[in-house]
């Protein structure tokens, strides 16, 4: 088949497995699955907008996913799998257990107590642009702005705020986690979601990116309709919430494209429209695909896990190899990869795809199993968990969420000492 094949193949799975989840009132959730299918459908519509040439520019339809395509067909199908496996396995269970929600009093204090983060996660992201923009000087552009961004070195207090930020960005995430769970329960405040929400994203505004617009109103839709969906009616407003969310999914996606057409390069993506700027979800495929083209299947030893759960530690030789490859095209080098390059130096095309397929299994039953148990570390594990599959397509999400999930064990075995001040919060960690 060719490229455009397995895209249609991919879509008709994802579309149809979409429908039957929304289709029953248990999976109405932000869990693995919804936001794989979700996620991976948005891209491989992207995917065939490019290879159709239709919504976007003439420059965007030279992307080639001859390989690619073949690999997110198998992905795809893989994971379809591995979620209705946990699905059918916790139906019954589903059926007969209730849900004990946190009391909301206890959330409240621990939003009260960890209040700073937000203001840690907002100096820290001031002290990093003011260093990036007295450094820079001047600039005419935001891609340069963000190109200085990425690849400076900071020194001095900019070195230890920038040390700083990645612990900073967990914790931010956990709060934002929390005040989510909260407007479950008590409907949406928007003042308060705008304030926390932009606070808690300064870091990650100070180099110029895009991400931190999806990445930082996700936790809280994620808690918020985990929350709500178990929230008895009366105690929202919800066509008042809806109205709310609608508008601020809007604005999201409305600042997504705009930031990324104003870090276009006058006389090389000036012309580039709307929808091009989503484009952005499709790059690790394009990565992917470079990936294969170079390195076919057999010509490579598989690393079994190296690349893809371990490179933290160990580092992946194929991986290394690969960048080193594209060390010439500063452009390459910053471009996401998706999770799919690793997978691929682990197991193969195939069996990429059959560990992947696992892999979804194995989050969405452990998703499930903690939406029964509802405490703090577990809500914090159950909104991390849900999020990592919604970086799929763009980066390798186990290398990326390994601090968050350090963070919980770290919760989980201090929570004594963390939570010891906030005495009606004990029965809930």
């Not at 397995?6 to 989840?21: G, K, Q, R, T």
């Not at 702005?145 to 990425?150: E, L, Q």
């Not at 598989?302 to 190899?321: A, K, N, V, W």
Request: hydrophobic share 50%; net charge positive; charged share 10%.
């Amino acid at each position: 088949m060719d490229s455009l094949s397995y895209c249609y193949w991919a879509f008709a799975f994802l579309f149809v497995y979409l429908l039957l989840l929304l289709s029953q009132k248990q999976y109405r959730l932000i869990l693995p699955s919804t936001i794989h299918t979700f996620v991976w459908l948005a891209t491989i519509i992207l995917i065939i907008f490019q290879l159709n040439g239709i919504f976007v520019t003439e420059q965007q339809t030279n992307a080639n996913f001859q390989f690619a395509s073949e690999f997110i067909c198998y992905i795809v199908i893989a994971s379809v799998i591995g979620f209705a496996f946990a699905h059918i396995i916790t139906f019954n269970e589903d059926l007969r257990r209730n849900v004990v929600s946190i009391n909301i009093k206890n959330i409240d204090a621990i939003l009260i107590k960890f209040r700073w983060i937000p203001y840690i996660c907002g100096v820290i992201g001031i002290i990093l642009f003011i260093y990036i923009i007295f450094s820079i000087g001047s600039f005419s552009t935001l891609a340069d702005y963000r190109s200085f961004a990425i690849n400076a070195d900071r020194t001095g207090i900019a070195a230890i705020a920038q040390r700083l930020s990645g612990h900073a960005n967990v914790l931010g995430l956990f709060y934002l986690s929390l005040l989510g769970y909260k407007f479950g329960k008590t409907g949406i405040n928007i003042s308060t979601l705008t304030k926390n929400v932009l606070l808690c994203s300064t870091i990650n505004m100070a180099i110029g990116g895009r991400v931190w617009i999806l990445m930082s109103v996700l936790p809280i839709l994620t808690t918020y309709i985990l929350s709500r969906h178990y929230s008895k009616p009366n105690n929202t407003n919800r066509k008042t919430d809806n109205a709310k969310i609608l508008i601020i999914l809007t604005a999201m996606i409305l600042l997504f494209s705009i930031i990324g057409l104003l870090r276009s390069v006058p006389g090389v993506t000036d012309e580039q429209n709307f929808i091009d700027k989503f484009l952005y979800f499709t790059d690790g495929s394009r990565i992917t695909n470079m990936v294969i083209s170079q390195y076919p299947p057999g010509s490579y030893e598989l690393e079994y896990g190296r690349s893809e759960f371990l490179s933290s530690f160990t580092g992946s030789p194929m991986m290394d190899r690969f960048n080193e490859s594209i060390s010439n095209n500063i452009g390459l080098m910053v471009t996401v990869k998706s999770v799919m390059p690793n997978l691929y130096f682990d197991y193969g095309l195939y069996g990429g795809a059959v560990v992947w397929g696992f892999l979804c299994f194995l989050m969405e039953y452990i998703c499930i199993r903690l939406k029964y148990t509802q405490n703090i570390v577990m809500l914090l594990l159950f909104a991390v968990l849900a999020q990592m599959m919604f970086q799929a397509p763009i980066t390798n999400i186990f290398s990326l969420n390994t601090p968050r999930l350090e963070w919980i064990i770290l919760i989980f075995i201090f929570r004594k000492q963390i939570f010891k001040s906030i005495s009606n919060v004990r029965n809930n960690i």
